[in-house]
């Protein structure tokens, strides 16, 4: 992957403000943080409050995990032998969150374009792998991770100059040394963003370039299972229409970034034509059309909460009342926040302002844990804590949701991940610095 001015970009100097920019985070003292080793022996944390978000919350409970893998959650919990225990009594266990939608992995520093690689060249790129593009010791993993998020469903394209179809999109674990190791499942959805209506004429000029993106891409599969079934000569690889393929065959869903009414009645509409699974992504007007989004089952990825109106008609609250619309309509949904890998930290509070505006807190919890691994298909995996789920959980002193709540530990798939994250590290630092003022002035 490459960004869209990544060629001019390398045709030119490096502006001198970017090196300078660049060679002070690099002199910095905060340093990326040590991914965790994986479990070696059985973990219980006892003593705690378990919400597994799956059920009923269990008080004063254990929760085992061996391998990266919940064994057993109760108040009668059998040990086996050599298990580490951990007293978290009057503490708190959730499920590690989701972030739905995140350019985590391949965006730095925006004013150094060497380090973002969000857009590759071109209108239709459905053959960008994202996870090939990761960079697995970003500073904002570990700050991410930090806040409670433990899975990152890392998305190319996004903002101005976005493709037509960007690729697909990967979920990350946040923890881990390679983008091998943190890949939980690749090809999670094919990334379109919809054209803006408001142009008539390009409007429909990237509608027709769509469509005949996926009449070649069908054509292509025709011809490569004439060829499988032995019924018609080879046909030359392609990796854009091969990457399509699963797409066609309804095995990985199609994300249409539309905000817009009438975007997101057009994208059903054509989703229908097109014989496809179909995910919302923004959905700004998703409360006014939800008899439609039930009655063809398409699930809504909420992209922002903590907002002002995007039109200057709508009431202050517009935004934030959205999950809670949704949530009475019987949308299914989840919560993203902003893609923005800096910001990933926020997320929890984006839930917790729709809980705020109307939506029930448990419901909020589960925008961020449950219900994007329902969306995404990797409920079997991560989301709640039960048996035979990755040990994806955070140790906590209230609901993640509540600004006041400090995220204590995290462990990713068993591993006790560090928590000395680079915003902890300048803490510290400046700590200190008003420690030894303060002891040569004498106070």
Same mark, same amino acid.
């Given at each position: 992957?490459?960004?869209?001015?990544?060629? %001019? @970009?390398? &045709? !030119? #100097?490096?502006?001198? +403000?970017?090196?300078?920019?660049?060679?002070?985070?690099?002199?910095?003292?905060?340093?990326?943080?040590?991914?965790?080793?994986?479990?070696?022996?059985?973990?219980?944390?006892?003593?705690?409050?378990?919400?597994?978000?799956?059920?009923?919350?269990?008080?004063?409970?254990?929760?085992?995990?061996?391998?990266?893998?919940?064994?057993?959650?109760?108040?009668?919990?059998?040990?086996?032998?050599?298990?580490?225990?951990?007293?978290?009594?009057?503490?708190?266990?959730?499920?590690?969150?989701?972030?739905?939608?995140?350019?985590?992995?391949?965006?730095?520093?925006?004013?150094?374009?060497?380090?973002?690689?969000?857009?590759?060249?071109?209108?239709?790129?459905?053959?960008? %792998? @994202?996870? &090939? !593009? #990761?960079?697995?010791? +970003?500073?904002?993993?570990?700050?991410?991770?930090?806040?409670?998020?433990?899975?990152?469903?890392?998305?190319?394209?996004?903002?101005?100059?976005?493709?037509?179809?960007?690729?697909?999109?990967?979920?990350?674990?946040?923890?881990?040394?390679?983008?091998?190791?943190?890949?939980?499942?690749?090809?999670?959805?094919?990334?379109?963003?919809?054209?803006?209506?408001?142009?008539?004429?390009?409007?429909?000029?990237?509608?027709?370039?769509?469509?005949?993106?996926?009449?070649?891409?069908?054509?292509?599969?025709?011809?490569?299972?004439?060829?499988?079934?032995?019924?018609?000569?080879?046909?030359?690889?392609?990796?854009?229409?091969?990457?399509?393929?699963?797409?066609?065959?309804?095995?990985?869903?199609?994300?249409?970034?539309?905000?817009?009414?009438?975007?997101?009645?057009?994208?059903?509409?054509?989703?229908?034509?097109?014989?496809?699974?179909?995910?919302?992504?923004?959905?700004?007007?998703?409360?006014?059309?939800?008899?439609?989004?039930?009655?063809?089952?398409?699930?809504?990825?909420?992209?922002?909460?903590?907002?002002?109106?995007?039109?200057?008609?709508?009431?202050?609250?517009?935004?934030?009342?959205?999950?809670?619309?949704?949530?009475?309509?019987?949308?299914?949904?989840?919560?993203?926040?902003?893609?923005?890998?800096?910001?990933?930290?926020?997320?929890?509070?984006?839930?917790?302002?729709?809980?705020?505006?109307?939506?029930?807190?448990?419901?909020?919890?589960?925008?961020?844990?449950?219900?994007?691994?329902?969306?995404?298909?990797?409920?079997?995996?991560?989301?709640?804590?039960?048996?035979?789920?990755?040990?994806?959980?955070?140790?906590?002193?209230?609901?993640?949701?509540?600004?006041?709540?400090?995220?204590?530990?995290?462990?990713?798939?068993?591993?006790?991940?560090?928590?000395?994250?680079?915003?902890?590290?300048?803490?510290?630092?400046?700590?200190?610095?008003?420690?030894?003022?303060?002891?040569?002035?004498?106070?």
């Amino acid at each position: 992957m490459r960004n869209l001015n990544f060629n %001019r @970009v390398m &045709r !030119a #100097f490096v502006p001198v +403000s970017a090196l300078l920019l660049l060679s002070l985070l690099l002199s910095s003292p905060a340093v990326a943080q040590t991914p965790a080793a994986p479990q070696s022996q059985p973990v219980a944390l006892t003593g705690g409050t378990i919400h597994t978000l799956a059920g009923e919350t269990v008080e004063n409970g254990t929760i085992l995990f061996e391998n990266g893998i919940i064994t057993a959650i109760g108040t009668d919990v059998e040990l086996p032998a050599g298990t580490l225990v951990e007293d978290i009594t009057g503490k708190h266990v959730y499920p590690g969150l989701i972030d739905a939608w995140s350019q985590m992995g391949i965006f730095e520093i925006s004013a150094v374009e060497m380090t973002l690689d969000i857009n590759e060249v071109g209108p239709i790129n459905p053959n960008v %792998r @994202v996870e &090939r !593009a #990761f960079h697995a010791a +970003s500073r904002h993993i570990g700050v991410a991770r930090s806040a409670g998020v433990t899975t990152s469903v890392t998305t190319p394209g996004g903002g101005w100059g976005s493709p037509l179809i960007a690729g697909q999109s990967a979920a990350m674990m946040m923890d881990g040394w390679t983008w091998e190791e943190m890949t939980l499942q690749a090809g999670l959805g094919m990334m379109v963003s919809w054209p803006n209506p408001g142009n008539a004429r390009n409007y429909a000029r990237q509608l027709g370039e769509l469509r005949d993106a996926f009449a070649d891409a069908r054509a292509y599969m025709t011809a490569v299972r004439a060829h499988e079934a032995g019924n018609a000569p080879r046909h030359d690889f392609d990796s854009r229409w091969h990457a399509m393929m699963p797409v066609l065959d309804g095995d990985m869903p199609v994300v249409v970034g539309a905000n817009d009414m009438r975007q997101i009645q057009d994208a059903i509409t054509w989703a229908q034509e097109e014989g496809v699974r179909l995910i919302i992504l923004g959905g700004r007007d998703a409360h006014l059309v939800t008899e439609h989004l039930i009655a063809y089952e398409v699930p809504v990825l909420i992209t922002t909460v903590q907002s002002s109106p995007s039109r200057w008609w709508e009431p202050y609250n517009a935004w934030y009342e959205l999950p809670a619309q949704l949530h009475r309509a019987g949308v299914t949904f989840a919560i993203a926040g902003s893609n923005n890998a800096a910001n990933v930290n926020r997320l929890p509070f984006e839930a917790g302002t729709a809980a705020a505006f109307g939506l029930p807190v448990e419901e909020a919890l589960k925008s961020l844990t449950v219900y994007p691994a329902q969306i995404f298909g990797l409920d079997d995996r991560i989301g709640s804590l039960q048996p035979g789920l990755h040990a994806d959980l955070l140790i906590t002193t209230g609901n993640p949701i509540e600004y006041s709540t400090r995220v204590e530990q995290v462990y990713v798939q068993g591993r006790k991940s560090d928590m000395n994250d680079m915003h902890r590290q300048f803490f510290q630092r400046y700590s200190e610095k008003i420690r030894q003022r303060q002891a040569a002035s004498g106070r």
